[in-house]
Protein backbone atom coordinates (compact mmCIF):
# COMPACT_ATOMS: atom_id res chain seq x y z
CA UNK A 1 0.00 0.00 0.00
CA UNK A 2 2.87 2.26 1.29
CA UNK A 3 4.23 2.49 -3.17
CA UNK A 4 0.69 2.48 -4.65
CA UNK A 5 0.26 5.99 -1.85
CA UNK A 6 3.46 7.07 -3.14
CA UNK A 7 2.51 6.53 -6.73
CA UNK A 8 -0.64 8.36 -5.87
CA UNK A 9 1.52 11.42 -4.28
CA UNK A 10 3.62 12.01 -7.62
CA UNK A 11 0.73 11.58 -9.88
CA UNK A 12 -1.02 14.22 -7.50
CA UNK A 13 1.63 16.41 -7.94
CA UNK A 14 1.62 16.38 -11.56
CA UNK A 15 -2.64 17.02 -11.81
CA UNK A 16 -1.63 20.40 -14.09
CA UNK A 17 -1.17 18.55 -16.62
CA UNK A 18 -3.95 15.40 -15.88
CA UNK A 19 -7.65 15.43 -15.97
CA UNK A 20 -9.46 12.89 -15.42
CA UNK A 21 -12.80 11.57 -16.92
CA UNK A 22 -14.23 8.38 -16.22
CA UNK A 23 -18.21 7.56 -17.90
CA UNK A 24 -19.58 4.57 -15.77
CA UNK A 25 -22.90 3.01 -17.07
CA UNK A 26 -25.57 0.78 -15.78
CA UNK A 27 -25.46 -2.31 -18.65
CA UNK A 28 -29.18 -3.26 -17.17
CA UNK A 29 -30.87 0.17 -18.60
CA UNK A 30 -29.49 0.44 -21.69
CA UNK A 31 -31.06 -1.35 -24.89
CA UNK A 32 -27.96 -1.01 -26.76
CA UNK A 33 -24.81 -3.67 -27.39
CA UNK A 34 -22.07 -3.02 -25.11
CA UNK A 35 -19.59 -2.41 -28.44
CA UNK A 36 -22.44 0.70 -29.51
CA UNK A 37 -22.33 2.21 -25.63
CA UNK A 38 -18.86 1.97 -25.57
CA UNK A 39 -18.00 3.63 -28.67
CA UNK A 40 -20.68 6.36 -27.73
CA UNK A 41 -19.40 7.12 -24.44
CA UNK A 42 -15.85 7.77 -25.65
CA UNK A 43 -17.69 9.88 -28.25
CA UNK A 44 -18.85 12.13 -25.62
CA UNK A 45 -16.01 11.91 -23.54
CA UNK A 46 -13.90 13.22 -26.16
CA UNK A 47 -16.24 15.72 -27.67
CA UNK A 48 -17.33 17.33 -24.57
CA UNK A 49 -13.43 17.14 -22.95
CA UNK A 50 -12.29 18.92 -25.69
CA UNK A 51 -15.20 21.65 -25.23
CA UNK A 52 -13.89 21.59 -21.30
CA UNK A 53 -10.81 21.49 -22.07
CA UNK A 54 -10.46 24.79 -24.14
CA UNK A 55 -13.05 26.29 -22.32
CA UNK A 56 -11.08 26.00 -19.27
CA UNK A 57 -8.09 27.15 -21.10
CA UNK A 58 -5.90 24.10 -20.80
CA UNK A 59 -5.48 23.98 -24.47
CA UNK A 60 -5.52 26.10 -26.81
CA UNK A 61 -6.93 25.94 -30.56
CA UNK A 62 -6.04 25.06 -33.15
CA UNK A 63 -5.31 21.62 -32.00
CA UNK A 64 -5.10 18.45 -33.27
CA UNK A 65 -6.43 15.84 -31.52
CA UNK A 66 -4.80 11.90 -31.50
CA UNK A 67 -6.17 9.36 -29.33
CA UNK A 68 -5.18 6.57 -27.73
CA UNK A 69 -7.27 4.08 -26.31
CA UNK A 70 -6.60 0.37 -24.36
CA UNK A 71 -6.79 -2.15 -26.86
CA UNK A 72 -8.97 -4.28 -24.38
CA UNK A 73 -11.70 -2.04 -25.07
CA UNK A 74 -14.38 -4.12 -26.86
CA UNK A 75 -14.17 -1.57 -30.27
CA UNK A 76 -12.77 -2.85 -33.44
CA UNK A 77 -11.26 -1.34 -36.49
CA UNK A 78 -14.50 -0.49 -37.97
CA UNK A 79 -15.84 1.44 -35.01
CA UNK A 80 -12.70 3.15 -34.23
CA UNK A 81 -13.01 4.70 -37.85
CA UNK A 82 -16.94 5.16 -37.78
CA UNK A 83 -16.03 7.37 -34.18
CA UNK A 84 -13.16 9.17 -35.81
CA UNK A 85 -15.24 10.28 -38.36
CA UNK A 86 -18.04 11.35 -35.70
CA UNK A 87 -15.35 13.24 -33.88
CA UNK A 88 -14.11 14.91 -36.56
CA UNK A 89 -17.76 16.16 -37.33
CA UNK A 90 -18.21 16.60 -33.66
CA UNK A 91 -14.96 19.47 -33.53
CA UNK A 92 -15.90 20.69 -36.82
CA UNK A 93 -19.34 21.98 -36.19
CA UNK A 94 -17.99 23.00 -32.27
CA UNK A 95 -14.44 24.65 -33.44
CA UNK A 96 -15.05 24.94 -37.29
CA UNK A 97 -11.25 24.65 -38.84
CA UNK A 98 -9.65 24.86 -35.21
CA UNK A 99 -10.10 21.42 -34.21
CA UNK A 100 -9.23 18.11 -36.12
CA UNK A 101 -8.95 14.59 -34.86
CA UNK A 102 -5.80 12.50 -36.75
CA UNK A 103 -5.48 9.47 -35.18
CA UNK A 104 -7.18 6.86 -32.73
CA UNK A 105 -4.66 4.20 -32.38
CA UNK A 106 -4.88 1.43 -29.79
CA UNK A 107 -2.47 0.25 -27.27
CA UNK A 108 -1.62 -2.68 -24.90
CA UNK A 109 -1.88 -0.97 -21.11
CA UNK A 110 1.58 -2.97 -20.44
CA UNK A 111 2.77 -0.44 -22.85
CA UNK A 112 1.76 2.60 -21.98
CA UNK A 113 2.28 3.72 -18.32
CA UNK A 114 -0.19 6.24 -19.03
CA UNK A 115 -3.14 3.54 -19.94
CA UNK A 116 -2.13 1.68 -17.02
CA UNK A 117 -3.11 5.05 -14.48
CA UNK A 118 -6.58 5.11 -16.47
CA UNK A 119 -6.83 1.00 -15.86
CA UNK A 120 -6.14 1.72 -12.13
CA UNK A 121 -9.11 5.13 -11.75
CA UNK A 122 -11.24 2.28 -13.78
CA UNK A 123 -10.71 -0.07 -11.27
CA UNK A 124 -10.96 2.14 -8.55
CA UNK A 125 -13.95 3.66 -9.41
CA UNK A 126 -15.62 -0.36 -10.29
CA UNK A 127 -14.97 -1.60 -6.81
CA UNK A 128 -16.49 1.77 -5.32
CA UNK A 129 -19.82 1.48 -7.37
CA UNK A 130 -19.91 -2.26 -7.22
CA UNK A 131 -19.14 -3.15 -3.61
CA UNK A 132 -19.23 -6.66 -2.47
CA UNK A 133 -20.31 -7.84 0.69
CA UNK A 134 -17.48 -8.12 2.80
CA UNK A 135 -14.28 -5.39 2.06
CA UNK A 136 -10.92 -6.39 1.32
CA UNK A 137 -7.57 -4.81 0.65
CA UNK A 138 -8.57 -3.91 -3.18
CA UNK A 139 -11.15 -1.85 -1.34
CA UNK A 140 -8.88 0.26 0.54
CA UNK A 141 -6.65 0.32 -2.38
CA UNK A 142 -9.65 2.16 -4.62
CA UNK A 143 -11.10 4.60 -1.71
CA UNK A 144 -6.94 5.09 -1.77
CA UNK A 145 -6.85 6.19 -5.32
CA UNK A 146 -10.27 8.25 -5.24
CA UNK A 147 -9.05 10.06 -2.89
CA UNK A 148 -5.58 10.67 -3.40
CA UNK A 149 -6.66 12.01 -6.30
CA UNK A 150 -9.58 14.22 -5.63
CA UNK A 151 -11.99 12.23 -7.71
CA UNK A 152 -15.63 12.58 -7.35
CA UNK A 153 -18.51 10.99 -8.48
CA UNK A 154 -21.67 12.38 -9.61
CA UNK A 155 -24.38 10.97 -11.92
CA UNK A 156 -25.98 12.68 -14.96
CA UNK A 157 -27.59 12.14 -18.53
CA UNK A 158 -25.92 12.14 -21.45
CA UNK A 159 -28.00 13.08 -24.48
CA UNK A 160 -28.46 10.10 -27.11
CA UNK A 161 -28.08 7.18 -24.71
CA UNK A 162 -30.63 5.52 -23.05
CA UNK A 163 -28.21 5.44 -19.62
CA UNK A 164 -27.53 7.14 -17.02
CA UNK A 165 -23.82 8.06 -16.72
CA UNK A 166 -21.62 8.22 -13.43
CA UNK A 167 -18.58 10.68 -14.40
CA UNK A 168 -15.55 11.09 -11.92
CA UNK A 169 -14.36 14.51 -12.43
Same mark, same amino acid.
Given at each position: ???????????????????????????????????????????????????????????ALPRDVRVTLDEE??????????????????????????????????????????????????????????? *?? &????? %??? +??? #? =????????? *?? &????? %??? +??? #? =?
Amino acid at each position: MATLLEYLDTIQAHREFLSFKLIAFERARTRRSIEEVVAKLHEHMLSQGLRHEVENRRVALPRDVRVTLDEEQSLDGIALAEMKNTLAAHFQRDFPEQATISEIATISSRKSPLVQLADLIAGAANRRLNP *QP &ERNHK %DEM +ADA #V =LERLGLVMR *QD &EIPGL %DAA +AMF #V =L
